[in-house]
């Protein structure tokens, strides 16, 4: 089945430095990948939606120029938090649309098994 | 507006049915998804059914689908301690590629 990667599985950073998350799609090709940020009990909340070639599409409320998205192949997409603060720790996922989708008229996305980010 | 209820929390018997509920608000959804989540794993997806039904049945997962009351439901049948997760509800807003989930329940199967 199609397998998504995500590295690191977890980070401690301080604050005001950068980090960077990588998600690897490894046995298909992903003409979009989502990122997404999960905070405890609640819901995965879609920060962007990364195009393969071109810039990222953020969801409002979103800070572009704090959370950089870079999907520069059909198998790597990476999200930097510049300078971090401990308001940015949260466990960050990333999905993985399969560039042979659709399927019975919908697609799968299909997900990584996310970064916890520490910031003290 | 975009929004994706469901209920935090479920507990029931093994080999019990479950029902997990979820109401969405984006009457343009075209297709909405159940997702499973085990600790420290990616979302699986489990099923998904398109607007035009009214259920969907995949061997022990119903899902029922009431487009008039925007309301989803998730039935698990004989419930067995692996299915013992989160679940996410998930709607897909008409004309978009991006997923809006629920905040998740979570199942407790207990013996």
Redesign the interface.
């Known amino acids: 089945g199609a397998v998504?990667s995500q590295h690191p599985s977890w980070v401690i950073c301080k604050s005001g430095t950068s980090v960077k998350i990588e998600c690897r799609s490894l046995d298909f090709q992903a003409t979009?990948m989502?990122w997404?940020r999960q905070f405890p009990?609640?819901?995965?909340?879609?920060m962007a939606?990364s195009n393969e070639g071109s810039k990222a599409t953020y969801e409002q409320g979103v800070e572009k120029d704090k959370f950089l998205i870079n999907h520069a192949s059909l198998t790597l997409s990476t999200l930097t938090v510049t300078s971090a603060h401990p308001e940015d720790s949260s466990f960050y996922?990333c999905?993985a649309?399969d560039r042979g989708s659709p399927v019975q008229?919908?697609y799968?996305?299909?997900?990584?098994?996310?970064t916890r980010l520490t910031v003290t | 507006g975009e929004d994706?209820e469901q209920s935090?929390f479920l507990s029931v018997r093994e080999g019990d049915s479950s029902v997990i509920n979820c109401t969405y608000t984006d009457s343009s959804s075209?297709?909405l998804y159940w997702?499973k989540q085990e600790p420290?794993?990616?979302?699986?997806?489990l099923t998904?059914i398109?607007s035009n039904m009214d259920m969907k049945q995949d061997q022990r997962l119903t899902v029922l689908l009431n487009k008039k009351d925007k309301h989803l439901s998730l039935r698990i049948a004989d419930t067995q301690t692996g299915d013992s997760a989160i679940y996410?509800c998930a709607e897909?807003p008409g004309g978009y590629?991006?997923?809006?989930?629920?905040?998740?329940t979570r199942l407790a199967v207990h013996p």
Request: hydrophobic share 40%; charged share 10%; glycine share 16%.
């Open positions: 998504v979009t989502f997404y009990k609640q819901s995965l909340m879609l939606t996922i999905s649309r008229g919908t799968e996305q299909y997900f990584g098994p996310g | 994706v935090l075209t297709y997702y420290g794993a990616g979302l699986q997806l998904y398109f996410f897909r590629n991006k997923l809006i989930f629920g905040a998740g």
